[in-house]
């Protein structure tokens, strides 16, 4: 491939979305689990309904519509602090524990997140992570009122750099999101943190499937859509070796 840059999705990506699972424990103990499924879920669900619906609302305000979602759901009642105690744990995820240094071994290329976060999410998170050091753009979805997997999220990267879709290499652990940039004509990495092996024998291990398992179930495995990626990788660390 002759490269140009690489564009990193953001959440489940480079940031462990799961990583809010401390912050709901503490504030809604024996819940924390089951909590940050339905979240995040929900959270994706709800980008995707108000694409279809039109009705185009910030990664921000889709993060606390589908938080409160899930604290009615489980019928638990909570004050302004310990919502908002929450939601700022998105402004502060963990990074994986491989993606500085793999930012770094694919310099001289352009680097860049292109997100469903809205941008004031995104640059706090960049930054308090460390990675404004290392990227070279923080592109969200924002500036086309539209969420991925839409084709029109995917054409802010060629609007950033000024590159074609075949001079891209576009990198997410989503297989949504990994369909969607296939489909719009990418270059496309896909993180295969659970293998389909592993995720078979989770299932069948328990009679009662754990709500991790079961996002894991939903979320972490390739989708049925026709687009597969076009390298298949189990950390960010083996970026380089393709890029």
């Known amino acids: 491939?002759?490269?140009?840059?690489?564009?990193?999705?953001?959440?489940?990506?480079?940031?462990?979305?799961?990583?809010?699972?401390d912050i709901t424990e503490d504030a809604f103990p024996g819940y924390g689990e089951i909590i940050t499924?339905?979240?995040r879920i929900k959270q994706l669900e709800y980008t995707w309904l108000r694409?279809?619906?039109?009705?185009?609302q910030d990664f921000a305000g889709v993060t606390r519509d589908s938080l409160a979602y899930t604290l009615r759901l489980l019928g638990l009642a909570y004050e302004g602090e310990a919502f908002e105690r929450v939601i700022e744990k998105y402004l502060h995820l963990d990074l994986y524990p491989d993606a500085a240094a793999a930012l770094a071994a694919l310099?001289?290329?352009?680097?860049?997140?292109l997100s469903n976060g809205s941008p004031d999410m995104l640059n706090a998170l960049v930054r308090n992570s460390g990675l404004d050091r290392l990227l070279d753009a923080?592109?969200?979805v924002d500036a086309k009122k539209v969420f991925k997997p839409s084709p029109e999220a995917y054409m802010l990267i060629g609007e950033a750099f000024g590159t074609r879709p075949d001079e891209v290499?576009?990198?997410s652990s989503n297989p949504w999101d990994v369909a969607g940039a296939k489909s719009f004509g990418l270059n496309v990495a896909w993180i295969e943190r659970v293998t389909p092996e592993a995720m078979a024998l989770?299932?069948?291990?328990n009679e009662l499937v754990a709500p991790l398992t079961m996002f894991k179930a939903i979320r972490t495995q390739m989708d049925e859509?026709?687009?597969?990626p076009d390298h298949r990788v189990r950390a960010l660390s083996e970026l380089p070796t393709i890029a």
């Open 37 to 39: 499924q339905v979240w």
């Open 225 to 228: 859509l026709g687009f597969a």
């Open 107 to 113: 310099k001289p290329r352009k680097l860049a997140i």
């Open 51 to 56: 694409s279809l619906m039109r009705r185009y």
């Open 202 to 205: 989770a299932c069948v291990e």
């Open 138 to 140: 923080t592109i969200s």
């Open 1 to 21: 491939m002759s490269l140009k840059a690489v564009v990193f999705d953001a959440y489940g990506t480079l940031y462990d979305v799961q990583s809010v699972a």
């Open 169 to 171: 290499l576009f990198v």
